[in-house]
């Protein structure tokens, strides 16, 4: 998914594959096998999705229809087969991309980039699972056959009607999809940029994400198109619910997986703006439309699954370890608000989103200081509370639109309109905000190693660094000496021995792939200092060796990190591009919006519901 | 850097092929279904997706 340098598995299916003639670490392109043998395996894929299709649809092939009458009878019960197939389907899928994606930050982490799409093992699980939300999305819209699906439903053909939520599906999975070939143009325009937050990587995980609004918006569907009679248990649909919000939590924190794993590009204070987002728009549509208790299950469920997935990747897989961020006080938070507010959805998600903001930032904070590798400083707490405010208000006005639509309840079009427009500048705007930074002119740093041991290959050494002048740096986010993508990764929160003065805590890796710098972020200043970065021919880099004692510049990180950007691209083609990117995704966000207001007018609560509150309406 | 260039200028966009290809495929062939339909119904009052 980010796609940089090669890997030890990646490099070894290169050679496996007969592809000796290519550099040890070519920057693009991929061996011709693996492109014949992924093009025939989605080949039959494709060719299976449009038989069953194209047969269930002409009555010749049975399959589909059985497999849906299937998932009525099971998880799914209570909901027509266009909704209880296609949901499960997208379930497995997104569980099998988040673990894939995970797998895959991990390895570009630790071996940085990969020579195309294909060379990375963990790019297939994400593949097989964005394919999958596709997949369950053109399943939902194929099967229903000889039937409208609801009154919110999407005319196809004169005799063919698709469920909205199964319109979205299959639309955030292309969506996610298209953002494999952007990609891949972005790669070669620009260079491959070795970033969780380049503008085509957010198109995969964000499609991936998102989805879940569309599977909430299937769920809706389906249920409303069955009998009273044949409604599910009330547990059953509060479990069901609960796992919905929880993967919807999930599916907003995989932006954070940058900071998860300790080394983020960009300012701190964009993780708590990003956990409080997505805590307040999923904890808040958990409780109003799962009930009471709604959001810590969503929690408890978000805990099972991502929890897992970092265990399965640090430890089954031995990469590795992404921190989880707790997300347990922002539940309790919305759980309190609801006390007193749960009738009044807008306000419960303001105030809600206040009390993540800063209750919720408090917890994050203390639980940071052991479950983050860069825990959160005094640096950030000002910025980083008012950023969590403003994400905690926009994603929970958001949950609250988004349980109001689901419960088939709508403030006035206009009102809902303006929210929602309001939330996405503000988020935006607090994000623009986390991008300005500034590397301070006239720094220099002069490191001494010490210790220094073994032989060019396997050469370490700890450091004393003295930064110049001297304030410099004050009360920083972090002072660390990172070094990454030589089979590793090192992340070592440097000791303050006095103003302007650190030294190592334990000794850093200077020799092979690894790319070893200091870093330095404090308020809007994010720099660094390359110590020690490898020979590079395919990009035309050149080593940069470590001397006993030097002293350079404080520098912009993003030459150092991001080495295979190219330099010579002019920046208006850089902003049209984002500009077609920034485009694809208001049109995913704006359709959803639209998914959940068509619900909302289309399946009314039925007259009487809204003024008994939330539950009283759990039949409809 | 020549080889590395070769390399890059020789594998074009086909690398992503098997990403994106099936489907443009499968959304190539509703928006065929949809647009024999409409073209089939003159009968029909205009509406849609």
Same mark, same amino acid.
């Given at each position: 998914m980010l796609d940089h340098v090669t890997g030890m598995g990646a490099g070894a299916v290169l050679r496996l594959a007969g592809a000796g003639a290519a550099p040890a670490k070519p920057a693009g392109g991929a061996a011709l096998d693996q492109i014949l043998i992924a093009s025939g395996g989605a080949g039959a894929l494709t060719a299976a999705l449009l038989v069953l299709g194209w047969g269930h649809r002409s009555g010749r092939v049975s399959v589909l229809a059985r497999a849906a009458d299937l998932a009525t009878r099971g998880p799914g019960r209570g909901t027509p087969g266009w909704a209880a197939l296609p949901i499960p389907v997208a379930m497995v899928s997104l569980l099998i991309a988040l673990l894939g994606m995970y797998w895959d930050i991990s390895l570009h982490i630790s071996h940085g980039r990969d020579e195309g799409p294909l060379a990375n093992i963990a790019h297939y699980p994400i593949l097989i699972g964005l394919f999958g939300i596709f997949t369950a999305g053109v399943l939902a819209v194929v099967l229903p056959k000889g039937e409208v699906p609801g009154a919110a439903s999407v005319r196809i053909t004169r005799d063919w009607h698709a469920p909205a939520g199964g319109v979205l599906l299959a639309g955030a999975g292309f969506y996610a999809l298209l953002g494999f070939p952007l990609d891949d143009v972005w790669h070669r325009i620009f260079g491959q940029d070795v970033t969780l937050w380049g503008p085509t990587h957010l198109m995969l995980i964000g499609g991936a994400g998102l989805s879940l609004v569309a599977m909430m918006v299937l769920e809706r569907e389906g249920r409303r198109a069955c009998p009273d009679e044949e409604q599910p248990p009330g547990w059953l649909r509060y479990v069901r619910r609960c796992m919905h919000a929880g993967g919807l939590l999930i599916g907003l924190s995989v932006f954070q997986a940058e900071y998860d794993f300790g080394v983020p590009q960009f300012r701190l204070v964009h993780q708590p703006l990003l956990i409080a987002l997505a805590a307040g728009c999923a904890l808040v549509a958990a409780r109003l439309w799962a009930g009471r208790g709604g959001a810590v299950w969503a929690v408890v469920f978000y805990m099972l699954v991502r929890g897992g997935v970092s265990v399965i990747v640090g430890g089954v897989i031995g990469e590795l370890w992404a921190a989880v961020p707790l997300y347990f006080a922002e539940a309790l938070c919305v759980e309190a608000a609801a006390l007193l507010l749960a009738r009044r959805p807008l306000a419960l998600g303001a105030v809600s989103g206040v009390l993540i903001g800063t209750a919720g930032f408090g917890a994050e904070y203390a639980y940071g200081q052991a479950g983050f590798r860069l825990p959160w400083t005094p640096d950030i707490l000002a910025e980083g509370m008012a950023m969590a405010v403003a994400g905690g208000v926009a994603g929970g006005l958001c949950g609250a639109l988004l349980a109001e639509g689901l419960a088939g309840r709508a403030p006035r079009p206009a009102a809902a309109r303006g929210?929602?427009? &309001?939330?996405?500048?503000? $988020?935006?705007?607090?994000?623009?905000? +986390?991008?300005?930074?500034?590397?301070?002119? &006239?720094?220099?740093?002069? $490191?001494?190693?010490?210790?220094?041991? +073994?032989?060019?290959?396997?050469?370490?050494? &700890?450091a004393r660094i003295e930064f110049s002048p001297a304030s410099a740096v004050d009360g920083p986010a972090w002072v660390t000496v990172t070094g990454w993508q030589g089979q590793g990764l090192h992340v070592d929160r440097l000791v303050r021995e006095r103003e302007g003065v650190y030294r190592t805590s334990e000794p850093m890796p200077l020799h092979g792939e690894w790319k070893t710098l200091i870093r330095v972020h404090d308020g809007r200043t994010l720099a660094g200092v390359p110590v020690y970065l490898p020979d590079d021919p395919a990009i035309g880099a050149k080593e940069l060796a470590a001397p006993a004692h030097f002293t350079r510049g404080v520098q912009g990180e993003r030459s150092i990190l991001q080495r295979e950007l190219k330099t010579d691209v002019p920046g208006w083609l850089w902003a049209a591009c984002s500009a077609v990117v920034l485009l694809c995704t208001l049109a995913l966000v704006l359709s959803l919006g639209w998914g959940v207001a068509r619900i909302a007018r289309r399946l009314p609560a039925p007259a009487g519901s809204a003024a008994r509150g939330p539950h009283a309406e759990a039949g409809t | 850097m020549r080889v590395a260039d070769g390399v890059l200028a020789s594998h074009p966009i086909i690398t992503a092929v098997p990403f994106f290809v099936p489907t443009f495929i499968v959304v190539a062939v509703i928006v065929f279904v949809v647009w024999r339909d409409r073209r089939r119904g003159d009968d029909d009052p205009p509406g849609g997706p």
């Open positions: 929210i929602f427009a &309001g939330a996405i500048l503000a $988020v935006a705007a607090a994000v623009a905000n +986390g991008l300005v930074v500034s590397v301070p002119p &006239g720094r220099t740093a002069t $490191v001494t190693l010490t210790d220094v041991r +073994g032989d060019a290959a396997h050469r370490t050494a &700890g | -």
